[in-house]
């Protein structure tokens, strides 16, 4: 697909899902270290579940170097609804730890320093540089992102770091911080994994996979 379809397709969605630099955010946090651990938590399950244990999980451990210290168990304890809690109480004191050991308790700003700690890849550390600090250094590639990408036609690629470089070739960098909000809200919404509502969907007319399907025929 070249960048003038590609695009045109964003701009449907932005009117579609409209928002603001503020309203892109669908982890509930008011720190950047808070938007680090929500983040690392949010893997492989619902934000709504993230943020429901966020208070008594930042009421104990405010910030990194109260976390650093946490028992394990205790924070498996609280993080238990968000399902792998063994793997993310580990990865989310290990990261707090390196925070404090490596960065004096404090957040970096760049992908090369997050992808460092414990837990931290690059879709982690793309959503706490764009939403934690406004900075736009990459394209966070989720499952919604990866999805979306391929039934539109944007990548062939089937890894995220993949994907995420095909998305930055085709899109112009205004476009780069939109686009994990407007495909996730579009996967949530409309292109589920399963089951798309295609006939609902305001882009259909464009997408490589409904042409492939043959949906676009079925018009109602």
């Given at each position: ?180 909000y407007l495909l996730i809200s579009h996967g949530r919404a409309v292109c589920d994994a399963r089951k798309p509502v295609c006939e609902k969907c305001v882009i259909r007319g464009t997408c490589e ?12």
């Amino acid at each position: 697909m070249n960048k003038t379809s590609a695009e045109k397709i964003l701009t449907v969605l932005n009117t579609q899902y409209p928002h603001t630099e503020d309203t892109m955010n669908f982890l509930q946090f008011e720190t950047p270290f808070q938007c680090l651990i929500l983040t690392v938590l949010s893997a492989q399950t619902t934000d709504k579940t993230v943020n429901g244990l966020s208070g008594e999980l930042f009421s104990r451990y405010p910030d990194a170097k109260a976390l650093a210290g946490a028992k394990q168990e205790d924070v498996e304890r609280i993080i238990h609804p968000a399902g792998f809690y063994h793997a993310k109480a580990k990865n989310i004191i290990s990261a707090s730890q390196a925070l404090v050991e490596r960065f004096d308790g404090v957040v970096p700003q760049t992908i090369e320093e997050l992808t460092t700690l414990p837990g931290v890849g690059r879709k982690t550390a793309n959503i706490v540089t764009n939403h934690a600090f406004h900075k736009v250094l990459g394209i966070a590639v989720d499952t919604h992102v990866k999805r979306l990408s391929i039934r539109l036609g944007f990548t062939e690629n089937t890894e995220p770091e993949k994907i995420e470089q095909d998305l930055m070739k085709l899109f112009d960098k205004d476009w780069w911080g939109h686009i994990n909000y407007l495909l996730i809200s579009h996967g949530r919404a409309v292109c589920d994994a399963r089951k798309p509502v295609c006939e609902k969907c305001v882009i259909r007319g464009t997408c490589e996979w409904c042409k492939r399907s043959g949906k676009q025929e079925r018009r109602t």
